[in-house]
């Protein structure tokens, strides 16, 4: 309910607040003080009347006039004003002002119900008979009553259209409008029959229901006013009479004559969109109803969208009209541009709008699709921007847009970017819808690589249904060579979360792959071999049955590559079709075959297959192994490969680490309890253990020894020392020639029994022996050089030389092996310490005679060098290592005279008395060395002994 104020001239005893003869409040509602009365009310009650004004009343020509404004605190005020030809003296024209204030609360009841007027005449007291103001006991009324509103029901919006042209009626709408936003300080304007104060309301209510609930408040009116000059706060003013409006005053709008000032032309166009709305609000009832129910919603739910001014009531009409579906999308939506315009508003103001209009919205997106176009780039960061937080419906209809979009040619990276982000935040339903999309993209051969890493990843927590789906066109693609790879690591890492039906699936697939033997087929088939042992028996038998029914039908063709891919293998297939090739076909066709199979790759392999073929067929007579041995021996033969004694070497370990299975029932089983015999452990230690039986198996890999693994170990044994890793070939080799004593009889492999004795002198510290034997080990130039690499790592990187005078042997025989000349200077600069090495107190020390002279460690270490060389010239068996110790490459000379280079004769005895030391005495290399100190000349200056000019431009250091 509403209060209500009254105003008038009266006599002091009704007057409320100024106590005497004069216009004053002298009724209104409890709750109304005299500062809210005179501050907010005084408006329109102290609207002295003009001289014009006065003389309409006398002649009883002036009609009440209305108005409609909002208070401080939103409250709202409507007023009627009546004029009286007579005030309560007889003497006087006066006035009636009623004053009806509406709280906040109550505004609904007058702005938020469509086709209501927003004024209502009747409501309003217009005599002041009621209130007998000159009644002696009169006073005034401080608690008059409450008043309930009393509604109006508007006029249709086509009594606008009917009235007034559409350019001026569109031209009062931005006028309107814009007082209301800002633009416009005040609209004046004059309406045909305006002096009918009716006509002015009936045009005010109608105008009315154009104007979104949340503006009505703030878009005051006043029905009539004579001076321009008052009445400052209200926006809309229709005049009686046409007179001249200032531009400071505010606009004019003459809707008789269709003049206007005030109100320019390029404004109205700049905001074209928005007036074709409203006058389409004016001319369309359905669109006025749903735009007044949309724009209540948006500003509640979004409270930006209420803001007084054009920008924000521009984006409270583009989104309703872009998602109302009551508007042509080619009209409002016509590019791009406009697409991303309203998806820029859209994202900030989406709660604005209710889940249709959301769903609406979305589907502009459409268009991309239905033309086959690429969503701009802005306009799809947007869209991925506002997905998430999207409602389920607007999330469903841009996610069809886009998996329709991803089976075109364009943008599918990005699609498929933006689906497997959002995955993961899907309901199982879109996931189904997902799966099924991204299934065709892959089988139409694009984005797999992507699409497959993408269903590695989500796979095992997926669906029966989903993991079918997927599983379906894997196995249809598996054989496109660009993401083969991928698919069979794919069915590898997740094989073991596959229900039942989709391994059936897998295992029934493989026969469509396994008869062309290729790369796929052993593939498959390592992947069979892995899981067909966790299935049941029956499953198994299923397998196996089919597999031999395709080697079997294979026979009938020329060439048969799945028996040849599976005679290469091992695991359950394998043993599938080769126990029932060699349990009912040794000697024929399919297990020649095989065994031409067996015998592709190295001998370790070939070895191998043979062990596996042993375990699935036990028991293979000796006659049978006979004739496996020699279709061996053939296909060796006719087809030979490059001898490895790498892999024969690790055949013949992998031969002897063969433990056949036996059965328990051969062994005697012992109490747990019984105690251990000493005496009998003693007794049974002397007893030889009595020779076990051979088995066929035995006399198998015998016979595969010896004429198989033999001969390649025999021929080439020394290629050991090829393999400069070691890889302990040289032990293997040496312990397969103790049990098969026919490799000894091959010169090549006597080298590997020199080369054992020289490694065993060179560990326990036998220079002399192990010179003596590397001389006899190898003229051949190639393989001292793998020999020189072999014992370089074997005996020196190892550790297993420590003794140091050892160490430089050796080193001096890896030398010599690698180029023909030992590089003892090499080993002596090498190991040598510089001269400030030596203290200088011990150089002090030196000049005293009587102390003890300090060892030289230069002349120490010549020693050993020399003591070295000597070994060597003394060991020699042939001239030729003599000579290449002699030689200047060997480094006898230059370590010599290095040593003298600066020293005088007097200082050289203690060289010479380490020649001297040398033993045989007077032997050749002693001699030697001290010929090659009496041929270096004299120092130019006399004392010292100066060193040949090649020997001194050797030793001279590098800048």
Known sequence: ???????????????????????????????????????????????????????????????????????????????????????????????????????????????????????????????????????????????????????????????????????????????????????????????????????????????????????????????????????????????????????????????????????????????????????????????????????????????????????????????????????????????????????????????????????????????????????????????????????????????????????????????????????????????????????????????????????????????????????????????????????????????????????????????????????LAGELIDIVNVHIVEESEEEQKEYSDKLLELIDSEQSHRKHPLLRLIATKTGYCSEVVMRSIFTESIGKKPANEALECFCSGTYLELCERLKALWKTVPGISQENSEKMISVIETELQTNPKKPDLKSALAAAKLIDSFEPETSSENEEEKPDDQEFNENDAEETADEEAPAKEKTTEDVFFEMFCERVLTPVISENAADVFRYADGDQLMEIAVEYADKHQSVHSSEKFSMLTKYAAIRKNAVTNHPTRFTVQCESLTDNPLMRKSISAYMKKDLLASGAVSNRSMKYVVEAFVNYFKDGNFGLSQIYDANRQPPEDVPPEETKKSKDKSATPPVDPDLKLVTTMLKIANLIAVSAKTEKMKEDLYSDASGVGTILMGYIQGKKKADLKPLYQAIDSLKPEKNEFSAFCKKQIEQTPASPSGGGISMPSWLTNLFKKKK
């Open 1 to 519: 309910m509403a209060r209500q104020q009254f105003y008038t001239r009266v006599p002091f005893k009704v007057s409320m607040f100024n106590r005497s003869d004069s216009y004053d409040t002298f009724a209104c509602s409890e709750g109304l003080d005299r500062e809210f009365i005179e501050k907010e009310l005084a408006m329109v009650c102290e609207n002295k009347l003009t001289l014009e004004e006065a003389a309409l009343i006398r002649k009883n020509e002036l009609q009440p006039a209305y108005c409609q404004y909002t208070a401080k605190d939103n409250i709202l005020v409507q007023s009627c004003t009546s004029y009286f030809e007579k005030d309560y003296t007889g003497e006087r024209s006066t006035y009636l002002v009623h004053n009806i204030i509406f709280e906040p609360q109550e505004t609904e009841s007058l702005f938020y119900i469509q086709n209501r007027g927003v004024i209502n005449p009747e409501m309003f007291v217009k005599d002041l008979d009621r209130f007998n103001i000159t009644d002696p006991s009169a006073k005034p009324q401080k608690k008059y009553p409450l008043l309930d509103y009393a509604p109006i029901t508007a006029e249709p919006t086509s009594w606008l259209t009917e009235t007034f042209d559409a350019a001026t009626l569109q031209r009062f709408i931005y006028a309107a409008i814009s007082t209301v936003c800002g633009n416009v300080k005040s609209l004046f304007f004059v309406l045909p029959n305006n002096e009918q104060s009716q006509t002015v309301i009936r045009f005010f209510n109608t105008f009315f229901q154009i104007i979104p609930y949340y503006m009505r408040p703030f878009m005051s009116f006043a029905t009539r006013i004579n001076d321009i000059s008052k009445f400052q706060n209200i926006k809309l003013k229709c005049l009686p009479d046409v007179v001249s409006v200032p531009p400071a005053k505010g606009a004019f709008l003459n809707m008789k004559t269709k003049a206007y000032t005030g109100l320019k032309d390029e404004d109205i166009a700049a905001n074209r969109l928005i007036v074709e709305f409203f006058y389409t609000l004016v001319l369309n009832d359905e669109i006025r109803r749903e735009f007044l129910l949309f724009s209540d919603h948006a500003v509640k739910s979004v409270p930006a969208l209420a803001a007084l001014n054009l920008k924000a009531l521009g984006n409270l009409i583009f989104l309703f009209k872009s998602s109302s579906g009551m508007f042509d999308e080619n009209a409002v939506l016509p590019t791009d541009e406009k697409l991303i315009d309203f998806f820029t508003i859209y994202e900030k103001n989406s709660a604005a709008l209710s889940h249709e209009y959301r769903m609406n919205a979305a589907k502009s997106l459409q268009r991309y699709p239905r033309t086959h176009t690429a969503i701009p780039p802005k306009l799809f960061t947007k869209i991925c921007k506002i997905y998430p937080k999207e409602i389920p419906g607007v999330k469903h209809i841009i996610l069809s847009v886009f998996l329709e979009l991803i089976h075109t040619d364009i943008m599918r990276d990005k699609l498929f970017t933006f689906i497997k982000n959002n995955y993961d935040s899907e309901d199982e339903e879109t996931k189904v819808v997902i799966i099924d999309n991204l299934c065709r993209v892959f089988y139409g051969g694009f984005l797999q690589s992507q699409i497959l890493a993408f269903f590695q990843q989500i796979f095992p927590n997926e669906s029966d249904d989903t993991q079918n789906a997927i599983i379906d066109k894997l196995l249809l693609a598996i054989r496109n060579k660009e993401v083969k790879v991928q698919i069979v690591s794919f069915i590898k890492d997740n094989f073991d979360s596959f229900s039942f039906d989709i391994k059936k699936k897998f295992y029934d697939s493989t026969f469509e792959h396994l008869p062309d033997g290729d790369e």
